[in-house]
């Protein structure tokens, strides 16, 4: 027994459930299981926890927050469409709630700083993260936090317990072999992020289906997920392999460069070099031609790690999700 009253945090405690949920379950909110109302009633009994009515008149009139932090600080993040989607999917199932959705860049130190006093002052009751890199501060962070968290996407060297990702590797062992069917025997990849883990589980698949089709898959170059890395990694691409027939470039924004440099080289797609991307956003149906591409349930990743992130705030345990992928067939390929 405690000498004093049992505090919110200590019910939370006992329950094995966040600030937040304890505080739904005695507002009597939505979006609370059943199983997580059980054990929050149960630690109240248990604890002799008596709810102050002005706080709880506070807490009624106040909404609950989940954070997404993304590893990034480009200010040219916003115009990328593959980001734009992932929120406009988590936006959409917060709407259905009573939460309010905080976003926080956090790759630099301040970031970072940032990110860790947003978690310590409890003004959020879940954590989303997307685009980690290899170690990233932002995954300690949050697991020190205590808070539930959710993956957009598995970290390069760790697999977490609750995440939502893509079958890159699947995804991009099907642009390659769709290559392969087409008859491209000189067959070169643009990769991107060698810290981050989709893009190495693409490349795998890529070399996985150049393998056994007993084709080489040394025609190699580096972007860095934008359409001008992607413009520069195709022109060395061209300067080091100038008899390329095919090229799997590892997003739809460096696919876009690519075929710009195409273009200026005076190669026709896909009569000289046939090209396919990854992602199926918006930009991919309005190159010149349209763009081949492994379609990504790009919306979907930020709907369900949303949701899992829910589930988890309501003492559920969901299980983690591998979405699926497909080949889009287009003019470039």
Known sequence: MI????????????????????????????????????????????????????????????????????SSEDPALFANLFFAEVITGVNAVIEETDLQLLLVLAASQR????????????????????????RDPLARLAADSGLPVVFGGQPLGHTPRFYVDADNRGGARLAAEHLISLGRTRIATITAGTDQQAAQARHLGFREALALAGLPADRLAHGDFTEAGGAAAMAALLAG????????????EMAAGALTVLR???????????????NDIVTAQHTQPALTTVRQPIEALGREMTRMLIRLMNGEEPTSLILPTELI???SA
């Open 3 to 70: 000498g004093r009253p049992p505090t919110l945090d200590e019910v939370a405690q006992r329950a094995g459930v966040s600030t937040g949920t304890v505080s739904r379950v005695l507002n009597n909110a939505q979006h609370v299981s059943q199983r997580a109302r059980q054990a929050v009633e149960r630690a109240v009994e248990e604890l002799g926890y008596v709810p102050n009515t002005a706080a709880r008149s506070l807490a009624a009139r106040r909404r609950g927050a989940v954070v997404l932090a993304i």
């Open 329 to 331: 067939r287009r003019a």
């Open 111 to 134: 970031g970072q700083d940032r990110f860790g006093r947003v978690l310590a002052s409890r003004a959020t009751d879940g954590v989303l993260l997307l685009a980690l890199r290899e």
């Open 241 to 252: 392999h100038p008899d390329l027939d095919a090229v799997f470039v590892a997003s739809d």
């Open 264 to 278: 200026e080289h005076g190669r026709r797609v896909p009569e000289d070099v046939a090209v396919v991307g990854f």
